[in-house]
């Protein structure tokens, strides 16, 4: 869901375009972890719909907001992280887990 880049990555072929759908943080090279992304994006089917948003939070919360006015579905293969996101985290609709997010929840809240 989340893709964190060098500035030097892309140069060099590892696109943006390859992500089917999440957020990317673009850093330079040799910076520290804590230091703010150079560029920070939304990416839907391959096409960047935002970028320059500042941080991954709200990159993660315009993607959930792109997702749902958009009704599209979540790709297969992440399909549990990003219900993990919406009903967990952000406790949207969050009474009607999968019976694996249910777990991980129960194991969150021992």
């Known amino acids: 869901m989340i893709r964190e880049y060098v500035d030097v990555d892309l140069a060099t072929g590892q696109t943006i375009e390859q992500m089917t759908m999440g957020v990317y943080a673009v850093r330079h090279e040799g910076a520290d972890s804590t230091e703010a992304p ?41 399909k549990h992280t990003f219900e993990f996101f919406q009903k967990v985290l952000m406790e949207l609709d969050g009474n009607k887990l999968s019976a694996k997010v249910q777990i991980l929840k129960n194991k969150m809240l021992e």
Do not use: M, R
Not at 52 to 77: E, F, H, M, R, T
């Open 38 to 78: 150079e560029d920070v994006g939304v990416v839907i089917e391959g096409c960047t719909v935002l970028e320059a948003l500042g941080d991954v939070a709200k990159g993660c919360a315009l993607l959930l907001g792109l997702i749902y006015s958009l009704n599209l579905q979540y790709p297969k293969d992440l």
